[in-house]
């Protein structure tokens, strides 16, 4: 079997092929186009046997992956935490395209249970969508706050109160308050308005379809106590398939739900995982917080928790990391489904 490891940049793909030994057998560099791709896979035909080891940069190497995987082949990702013991261990000194290459195919090696790439599905989009309307969402605030700045200076003491600058009736009102008053201040508060009213009409269109695509995707993420349409979507579109993940304790070392053993000698202790995905990490949290507002499972647990001896942030943390495993199998059950629904399709085609 032979190891393929990819250094990927935006104009050209760097490629060198390893054996079980990690000993190098070879290494081609082609441009980052699909001729070039084309190029790579006539290279690589000489190792009947082969996996190809591609840095998880997708901005980069998706273009490669995806035209890997039509073809045929088996890919796996690489996390890039993984290159600098690689380089660092390699005899070879410097930097350079080949070198990470290499480095790529030997951290393959060396981790045997790497995620196998597969073809972009839903997900993904889901994905682009809610990471689109975050960046609205933050273009809006950083707007609202200039607005308040010159708002102080046209009407001190009449601001609108805080976070409802994102409202149609307090914009319209803003508007008939600016309407009069002259001046560069006042002309450059008219125009922020205009714009927060754009960005706020994107920002609620862009929610609701990001609300029908999380209906269909993942319906029973849906039914979970405080999971709404907009963690769901974060939730499945950060996981981007919860089929690589094996168990639910690969899944909870993943969103950082899951504690780090820091035991030493015969002592048997944990600590707080502050890594992982933050992001599946704060969906998490906001799940469980909303459940303690209201009763719930979530809450009778934290409740036992506590009961238990456990401080409130422990009992939290066991919370999230509960809320974890119910999130995977939902995933799980969701998935499953879409697959069956294909499958059934496919054979009435």
């Known amino acids: 079997m032979v190891t393929i490891g990819a250094d990927s940049h935006k104009r050209t793909h760097t490629l060198v092929a390893v054996d079980l030994a990690g000993r190098k057998l070879g290494e081609k560099t082609a441009r980052a186009m699909g001729t070039g791709h084309l190029e790579l896979l006539c290279w690589a035909a000489q190792w009947p046997e082969r996996i190809w080891a591609l840095e998880d940069c997708r901005p980069l190497s998706r273009g490669l992956e995806a035209d890997l995987l039509r073809a045929g082949e088996t890919v796996v990702r690489v996390p890039p935490k993984l290159m600098a013991g690689a380089r660092s261990s390699s005899r070879e000194p410097g930097k350079s395209d080949p070198i ?30 809610v990471d689109h309307r975050d960046d609205l969402v933050r273009d809006r605030t950083r707007i609202q706050n200039r607005l308040r700045w010159h708002l102080h200076e046209l009407m001190p003491g009449e601001e609108p109160p805080p976070r409802t600058l994102d409202k149609m009736r307090v ?4 508007e008939d308050q600016l309407a009069p008053l002259s001046g560069t201040v006042a002309r450059i508060a008219r125009g922020l308005v205009c714009r927060i009213r754009e960005l706020t009409a994107a920002i609620d269109t862009l929610e609701r379809e990001i609300k029908r695509l999380a209906e269909q995707i993942a319906p029973s993420l849906l039914e979970l106590k405080g999971c709404g349409g907009l963690s769901a979507a974060k939730l499945v579109g950060e996981t981007a398939g919860i089929g690589r993940f094996r168990t639910a304790a690969r899944f909870a ?30 969906v998490l949290h906001r799940i469980a917080v909303t459940q303690l507002r209201h009763p719930s499972r979530g809450r009778t647990y934290f409740d036992h928790r506590v009961t238990c001896g456990d401080t409130t942030r422990e009992a939290l943390r066991a919370l999230k990391r509960r809320i974890s495993d119910e999130v995977y199998r939902r995933l799980g059950r969701d998935e499953a489904a879409r697959a069956t629904a294909s499958a059934a399709l496919a054979a009435a085609a």
């Open 100 to 129: 990470d290459a290499l480095a790529v195919a030997r951290a393959a090696l060396r981790e045997p249970d790497l995620p196998v790439a597969t073809l972009d599905g839903p997900e993904r989009d889901l994905r682009l969508l």
């Open 171 to 174: 914009l319209d009102r803003l």
């Open 253 to 282: 070392r993943y969103n950082g739900s899951a504690p780090i053993p820091a035991c030493s000698g015969n002592e048997t202790r944990h600590r707080l995982n502050r890594g992982g995905n933050r992001q599946l990490n704060s």
